[in-house]
Each structure stands twice: as C-alpha cells, then as structure tokens.
Nanobody
C-alpha cells in the first residue's frame, strides 16, 4: 500500500512554469514506477509522464515533450513534474500514480495507487 499526496498546483499565465510534487508514504517508494496523469473538464484522464523506480528511464506524452520533465528523489519519497512554457490547454487536475516495477507505460488502468490530484489552471 502506498499513499500519494500532490501539491504545487495553482493559477498561472501562459508561458509560466510550475513544479508539482507528489509525496509518497507507506511501502517503499523505490518499489514503484511513478506517473503523472491529468484530466481536464469533460475529458478523459490522459497520460503526461512516467519515471522508472531508479529514475533511469522516462516517458512523456507528445503534447508535453520538451516542456515538462519528471524526476524523483527516492530519499525524500517524492516525484516531481516540472512544467515549463505552460499553455492554456495544460489546464487540468494533475494526478500522480504508482505502478508495480513490472509496469512502465502510459496506461492509467495499470497504475494501482493514485493521489487526490492538484488543480493547474493556465490563463491566456
């Protein structure tokens, strides 16, 4: 079992940056690959980025490549999503999620643990 709590969301203008954090507690954080997903009003939840337990591999959605980075600090049980050059279409609730070590992909249904989400709003 792992509990996830996101923070760092807010209201920003287009072109600004934000860094989201996801703090994990419970079982060993380094036992999980981690992902970020987002859900805009009226839309399905979509994959944003993922990082392996070691931090050695990452995945990104095409829509955020070159603008977002994902990192983790296993000593602090925290995963981060650095979001640069934000656009209004990035507006959504952002969720972090944890998956077992054998799962490293963009499929939300394979992530077993989820946080409550943090709102990111980007104004034009």
């Amino acid at each position: 079992q792992v509990q996830l709590v996101e923070s760092g969301g807010g209201l920003v203008q287009a072109g600004d940056s934000l860094r989201l954090s996801c703090a994990a507690s419970g079982r060993t954080f380094s036992s999980y690959n981690m992902g970020w997903f987002r859900q805009a009003p009226g839309k399905e939840r979509e994959f944003v980025a993922a990082i392996r337990w070691s931090g050695g591999s990452t995945l990104f959605a095409d829509s955020v490549k070159g603008r977002f980075t994902i990192s983790r600090d296993n000593a602090k049980n925290t995963v981060y999503l650095q979001m640069n050059s934000l656009k209004p279409e990035d507006t959504a609730v952002y969720y972090c999620a944890a998956s077992p070590l054998g799962i490293f992909n963009a499929r939300a249904y394979e992530y077993g643990y989820w946080g409550q989400g943090t709102q990111v709003t980007v104004s034009s």
